[in-house]
């Protein structure tokens, strides 16, 4: 759910400079998005697992949700922002999955860069421990949008670092990644950015050793008008063993911005 919601927590109101750069030309991605901004989302995330004891091609977890986001404060190229999770709707198959604390409700304040780094959950609003380390796993483990430091046109492509969890997995299940970012293109307002990376995890799940390896891609496209994100995407291809069963798991999750009604 993380990598799903969090997906949605972590990287949903990104703005970017409010002078639009001309189509070809070389401009300073930066998140500065106006304070008081309001921002609705719809989220989903959809897992597949294909193993000896799976063998149903069914999804093992699904999430449906809808958020509100909205920026408190834009200072020092820091960016605070309170969440609240409208609704949220899970079916699960996996068992443990269905014992996942409900979010509906949920309100919480967060940070992140003006690059889009997320650095942290800083009010839980008085949050219940086991949601509030939910939200913490979410945040870390879905942080995978990285503005680059230096100006980029059409094309440019630059690198940087990200958790990457496993689905409804905490800050414990999750490993470092390098991801290629690329500005695929411009056309209006609208900036089409691409990530993609390997993805390799050893990980101690309650003991028991696994090992995961795989791919991670997707594909933002924000408003440079209007300083947010439009729709976002990722899909993550994991081959996974453990206690000497082997899986396949494929993971998506999208976000898109709920218009104004």
């Known amino acids: 759910m993380k990598s ?3 997906s949605a927590a972590a990287f949903a109101t990104l703005a970017l400079t409010a002078a639009l750069p ?5 401009t300073l991605l930066r998140i500065v998005p106006p304070e008081g901004q309001v921002s609705r989302y719809a989220l989903s995330m959809e897992s597949r697992v294909e193993s000896p004891m799976m063998p149903s091609s069914d999804p093992v977890l699904t999430l449906r949700a809808h958020e509100t986001q909205t920026i408190l404060s834009v200072a020092g190229g820091v960016i605070r922002m309170r969440t609240t999770m409208d609704s949220v709707a899970m079916t699960a198959a996996m068992p443990g999955a269905d014992m996942m604390p ?14 889009g780094r ?18 913490e796993g979410m ?5 995978y949008f990285l503005l680059p430091e230096n100006e980029v046109g059409p094309g440019d492509s630059w690198t940087g670092i990200a958790s990457v969890g496993l689905p409804m997995g905490d800050a414990s299940m999750a490993a470092e990644t390098e991801l290629t970012h690329t500005f695929v293109s411009l056309d209006g307002n609208l900036a089409t950015i691409s990530f993609e990376g390997s993805v390799e995890m050893n990980l101690d799940m309650g003991g028991m050793a696994m090992e ?13 008008a209007e300083g947010r ?17 082997a899986m396949t798991s494929e993971t998506t999750t999208t976000m898109a911005l709920v218009p104004d009604p």
């Not at 945040?139 to 942080?143: A, F, M, P, Q, V």
């Not at 995961?212 to 440079?224: F, N, R």
């Open 102 to 115: 409900d979010l509906s409700g949920t309100t919480y304040t967060a940070e992140m860069d003006t690059r």
């Open 139 to 143: 945040l870390e483990n879905s942080d």
């Open 4 to 6: 799903g919601i969090r």
């Open 229 to 245: 994100y439009v729709s976002q995407e990722t899909r993550m291809n994991l081959d996974m063993v453990a206690a000497g069963m």
């Open 22 to 26: 001309l189509s070809g030309q070389a």
């Open 118 to 135: 997320m650095l942290g959950l800083v009010d839980g609003e008085e949050l219940p421990d086991d949601i509030e380390m939910m939200i």
């Open 212 to 224: 995961a390896t795989g791919d991670l891609a997707g594909e933002s496209i924000i408003d440079l």
